[in-house]
């Protein structure tokens, strides 16, 4: 984001037209005529900055929750691991073997 600002504007431009778009038709066509009419000035750089802000927080909190839930999922796997060793289920890092079975003749 920081390398790219041009790329960031134009998404952040790309972001603020679905927004007037999702507010009503006539808020996206005033939004769309004034983006072709003034395509540079449409939004100045402290809005960019802001909304390029505000898009990294949403990023950090959709990782956060993604490693949140990959962690959770591991702990929960892990515990239903000990429980079934707990209760004498198969474990292959048991050396002990059992009664060998006799051939039935």
């Keep these: 984001m920081e390398q790219n600002p041009d790329i960031c504007a134009s998404v952040?431009?790309?972001r603020k037209q679905l927004d007037s778009k999702d507010a009503g038709l006539m808020s996206y066509l005033?939004?769309?005529?004034?983006s072709l009419l003034r395509h540079e000035d449409s939004l100045k750089m402290d809005d960019i900055?802001?909304?390029?802000?505000q898009l990294k927080q949403e990023m950090q909190k959709v990782n956060n929750y993604a490693l949140a839930a990959k962690k959770?999922?591991?702990?929960?796997?892990?515990?239903?691991?000990?429980k079934k060793i707990a209760l004498g289920a198969f474990n292959p890092s048991q050396t002990r073997l059992g009664t060998p079975l006799r051939a039935l003749a």
């Design 12 to 14: 952040v431009q790309k």
């Design 30 to 34: 005033k939004a769309k005529f004034s």
């Design 49 to 53: 900055q802001k909304e390029v802000k």
């Design 72 to 82: 959770a999922s591991y702990l929960t796997l892990e515990g239903r691991t000990r």
